[in-house]
């Protein structure tokens, strides 16, 4: 192992010895510099005390994931004349809109530029938008739209299902929901403003992941009757002990989305299916799970299933008791 001296004293992460910032980002280019080889960092990288960041952009496994953190990643390979927007703003933001899949890797970066240059770097797409001042801020000396204005361009230019998901990251790490709705007009002619006036109202802080908020883009495709997010249920105590996705409480109904992250060990899955069955045998609930497949998936007949199961619990709302 030839970066063995660069380890702390417990042998499982870097320690001071190492030449490069421990809490910091730095690029490969830094790195060599400094007398790191490039095996030596792919070493590094396949034993776990390394991470890449970015293309080109690496950090010590301990440094501490932030906003300052990623606005200092973006920072070593922007141009200072660039606004970095929409996903990459999104992952600085702390707004998950990643695709599908990508649990930690960054997205590609995308910026826009405030004077006629373009930057040369692959792992970096520019393009031309049009910003008010409003519109920006600066972290670690690198322009971002802010998330009001990332969560408004992620709404008009994704796809509706991701779009909605980013308009839900928007509003649950703090944007304004009115302030959201008030500045849709000013993108009137604007690339995919009708989407952002469908999708805007119904956006909702509660969701938690981008599968839950697909999910609710479903049930409201299939005509039902607007759902509650993370609707808790209580034991005989008024504790609350489960959480619901996607529930309609009036009719015992509820959807949830099963994300590959969480759902698909045996541990999960074992313990969702204990769950689910006691909402049904204890409190007459009615639970369907769905997975990516059948969110995402071309030609999906989750709108039906939807239509067919909330029919379902609502002719058999009603419970007899003795």
């Known amino acids: 192992m030839s970066y063995a001296p660069w380890l702390a004293a417990s042998g499982f992460l870097l320690g001071d ?42 950090a010590a496994t301990q440094a501490p994931d932030s906003v300052r953190f990623r606005a200092a990643a973006i920072g070593l390979v922007v141009s200072p004349y ?21 649990h930690v890797a960054a997205p590609p970066i995308e910026v ?4 006629d240059t373009r930057s040369r770097r692959p792992e970096v797409e520019g393009h031309r938008r049009g ?11 690198v322009r971002f739209t802010t998330p009001l204005r990332t969560a408004l361009d992620l709404g008009r230019l994704l796809w509706r299902f991701d779009a909605l998901a980013a308009l839900d990251a928007g509003l649950r790490i703090g ?23 469908a999708l805007a109202p119904l956006a909702d802080g509660r969701a938690e992941s981008p599968g839950e908020s697909a999910l609710r883009l479903h049930w409201y495709d299939a005509c039902l009757p607007p759902p509650e997010p993370q609707y808790w249920i209580y034991d005989d105590r008024g504790v609350g002990i489960y959480r619901l996705d996607l529930a309609a409480p009036e009719v015992r109904y509820a959807a949830e989305y099963d994300g590959e992250q969480f759902h698909s060990s045996g541990d999960y899955q074992g313990h969702d299916r204990e769950r689910r069955g006691w909402l049904r045998d204890e409190r007459q609930w009615q639970v369907d799970a769905f997975t990516k497949v059948d969110v995402y998936r071309p030609g999906t007949d989750i709108c039906d299933r939807l239509r067919e ?8 709302v009603s419970i007899w008791s003795p």
């Open 112 to 115: 826009c530029h405030t004077v």
């Open 131 to 141: 910003l008010l001042l409003r519109d920006t801020m600066t972290i670690e000396g």
């Open 175 to 197: 944007v304004d929901h009115e302030s959201l709705l008030t500045e849709i007009e000013r993108f009137r002619g604007h690339r995919g403003v009708r989407q952002l006036r």
């Open 82 to 102: 660039a606004v970095v927007t929409d996903r990459a703003a999104a992952w600085v933001h702390g707004m998950p809109i990643l695709k599908r899949g990508a």
């Open 17 to 58: 010895d190492f030449p490069l910032p421990l809490d910091r980002p730095f690029t490969g280019a830094s790195a060599a510099r400094c007398g790191v080889s490039r095996r030596e960092l792919q070493a590094m990288l396949a034993d776990g005390v390394l991470r890449r960041v970015l293309r080109g952009v690496y």
């Open 309 to 316: 199961r909330f029919g379902e619990a609502r002719r058999s």
